[in-house]
């Protein structure tokens, strides 16, 4: 479970709630049982429940299991897509170890905002599930043009563009390998919506110096698979 405060060695936690409710509840703990904690600060700690009361539960850290996990600097800055398939990026995206996710508004989306709770409730049942010792940041969704604005020069900016650009494979690649690349080891992929970017769009995201276009294949893919598709492939030579 991930809790909202450092964690350490002898230090009581309390939870009410639906966390509370969760051990109490479905998982039916008792006083002696083990529980694994994560602050998102110091990683991953082994925990005994205390007392479980009818809306709380109180756990003592024992000792850390693990220290929080190296997170490859790759952000994931899809456009919003219709709630589920977005939902589906923010959970995948949390499984394959992003550090962060910029959602993007663009002139074609068809969705135009986020709740930002759901939106953290997913990320952080995702990271429980697949073991993660870090939460990837979750932002506000911004505007196209307020995300290329002053976008940081030492990352890279790769566009999934189905209209051609360098298969992401060798971009990637020649990108992670100093000897033979930029040696820039922060990125970002910028996904588009249903309809996909438009001209003028697409003219501004390749007037950032940092944006490379990549194909991810011949075919038009939904905004989800060429988010996920495309970070698994760069996770895949984070090689974390
Ligand atoms: N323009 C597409 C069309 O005419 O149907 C629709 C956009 S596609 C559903 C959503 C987004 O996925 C695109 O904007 C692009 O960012 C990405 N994408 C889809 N297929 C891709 C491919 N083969 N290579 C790279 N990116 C792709």
Not at 122 to 130: D, G, P, Y
Not at 168 to 193: S, T, W
Request: net charge negative.
């Amino acid at each position: 479970l991930f809790v909202d405060l450092p964690l350490s060695d002898g230090v009581r936690v309390p939870l009410d709630g639906p966390q509370a409710h969760y051990l109490a509840r479905v998982m039916r703990v008792a006083p002696g049982d083990a529980v694994i904690l994560c602050d998102n600060r110091t990683g991953e700690w082994l925990a005994s429940v205390v007392e479980t009361g009818k809306r709380d539960v109180v756990l003592s850290v024992e000792r850390q299991l693990r220290h929080r996990e190296a997170v490859p600097d790759f952000w994931l800055c899809p456009a919003l897509l219709k709630k589920d398939r977005f939902d589906m990026v923010l959970e995948k995206a949390t499984e394959l170890g992003v550090a962060a996710i910029h959602p993007v508004v663009t002139r074609r989306c068809v969705a135009d905002k986020l709740n930002p709770d759901r939106a953290r409730t997913i990320v952080t049942e995702a990271a429980e599930q697949c073991a993660r010792t870090a939460l990837p940041e979750v932002h506000e969704p911004v505007k196209l043009d307020t995300l290329l604005c002053d976008w940081p020069g030492d990352r890279l900016l790769f566009f999934a563009d189905e209209e051609g650009g360098e298969p992401a494979a060798e971009a990637f690649a020649f990108a992670k390998f100093p000897e033979r690349g930029e040696g820039l080891h922060k990125a970002a992929l910028l996904v588009g919506p249903e309809g996909g970017f438009d001209d003028g769009e697409r003219e501004a995201i390749r007037a950032i110096p940092q944006a490379r276009p990549i194909s991810l294949g011949p075919r038009i893919l939904r905004g989800e698979t060429a988010a996920l598709a495309g970070t698994t492939l760069w996770m895949g030579l984070a090689g974390d």
